[in-house]
Structure formats: structure tokens, C-alpha cells
T-cell receptor
């Protein structure tokens, strides 16, 4: 079963930052937080992952709380093409376990 | 490299028939995963391979399902005696070994009528 809790859906105005929360209160010390998204009728796409430090790449930023019990994915300037289901996943750092998906957050970016 | 390739993209079959799907992972990716996704749900893990060895199988993988990766390259997923409940999107992903991202294919959509 998924070890994360996410809101079912969120809206965001085009051009504004989208902040997607995720709770993972039972995360273990050797587990990373991964984010994927799935645009309609496509396979999931990797966004970013991190352990305890904040991470940033060309797609998004990942903010992990100091106690690591929650995190936020930030899309700094959301576009209509960011409309998708976003999945927050915790996974052992060795990568020896498969990704376990929950239901994710359906983000709708509105013009 | 064009990414993870899955064939066919769509398959319609009659209940009781056998179907086989193919996944071609990214070259040199040791790990290959199979997932199933139904409408409104996240992908559910089925099984995964490291090279040719099948390392883990979900309890979702009934005895009607079998997966192979004979030479550690492409993989096939076969469903025998299909049922209407098998209708879903079947996704394949591959990754190198270690703490890294997995790359997903576009999936095979199966409809059992």
C-alpha cells in the first residue's frame, strides 16, 4: 500500500505557482521521496526526488520538512500542459523496491 | 534511444482468449517493471525483473498471468483465459540499478469483451 497521503484534486491559475502537498508521516530514514506525474493517456513521468535536502531541477522544486514527515512539490509557473495527476511516492534509497503509487493529486491548471 | 516501447498500444480480445504484450526497455537498463492501471486509480505493481531474473511478484499477479524476460532485454506479459476484470492499461517501465528514476512506456490498453 502507498505510504503517502495527497489531496484528491487541486486547481491552479495559469502562470501561478502550483504547490502540491504530500504527507508521509511513517517515512523511514533510508526512504526517499519521489514525484511522478501522469498526463492523460500517457505513462507516468519522473519529476524529481530527494532525501532530506530541498531539490530543484528544470521541472520543479521539492521542499521536504525538517522532520521529513511531509513535502511539497512546487511548479513555479504552471502552464496548461502541467494539468496531470501528480503522485508522491516514498521508496527505499537502494532502489531495490518497486515504486508504489497511490491515487495522487489531480492538478487542473486553469487559463 | 527512443525510450521504453510497448506493443501493441491497444488490444481488444474476447473473454477466454490469451493475450501477450511486449515491452522493449531502454538499452542497458537492468530493471524492468510491469504495472496495471484501471480508470481513476494509480498504477499497481505487478512484477519486476533484474536482468533475466524475476525478483518480485505482486499478489495481484494471479496464475493466469506470466511474465518473462528471457535474455534480460525485452519482456513479455501473457494473460491466459482473459476475464473482463483484466481490462486495464498495462504499463512497463525500466531503470538502471540503484536509486534513480524509472522510465515508463505509453502502455498497452487491453479491453476484454
Amino acid at each position: 500500500d502507498a505510504k503517502t497521503t495527497q489531496p484528491t484534486s487541486m486547481d491552479c491559475a495559469e502562470g501561478r505557482a502550483a504547490n502540491l502537498p504530500c504527507n508521509h508521516s511513517t517515512i523511514s530514514g533510508n526512504e526517499y521521496v519521489y514525484w511522478y506525474r501522469q498526463i492523460h493517456s500517457q505513462g507516468p513521468q519522473y519529476i524529481i526526488h530527494g532525501l532530506k535536502n530541498n531539490e530543484t531541477n528544470e521541472m520543479a522544486s521539492l521542499i521536504i520538512t525538517e522532520d521529513r514527515k511531509s513535502s511539497t512539490l512546487i511548479l513555479p509557473h504552471a502552464t496548461l500542459r502541467d494539468t496531470a495527476v501528480y503522485y508522491c511516492i516514498v521508496r527505499v534509497g537502494s532502489g531495490n523496491t518497486p515504486l508504489v503509487f497511490g491515487k495522487g493529486t489531480r492538478l487542473s491548471v486553469i487559463a | 534511444d527512443t525510450g521504453v516501447s510497448q506493443n501493441p498500444r491497444h488490444k481488444i480480445t474476447k473473454r477466454g482468449q490469451n493475450v501477450t504484450f511486449r515491452c522493449d526497455p531502454i538499452s542497458e537498463h537492468n530493471r524492468l517493471y510491469w504495472y496495471r492501471q484501471t480508470l481513476g486509480q494509480g498504477p499497481e505493481f505487478l512484477t519486476y525483473f533484474q536482468n533475466e531474473a524475476q525478483l518480485e511478484k505482486s499478489r495481484l499477479l494471479s496464475d493466469r498471468f506470466s511474465a518473462e524476460r528471457p535474455k534480460g532485454s525485452f519482456s513479455t506479459l501473457e494473460i491466459q483465459r482473459t476475464e473482463q476484470g483484466d481490462s486495464a492499461m498495462y504499463l512497463c517501465a525500466s531503470s538502471p540499478i540503484g536509486n534513480t528514476e524509472a522510465f515508463f512506456g505509453q502502455g498497452t490498453r487491453l479491453t476484454v469483451v
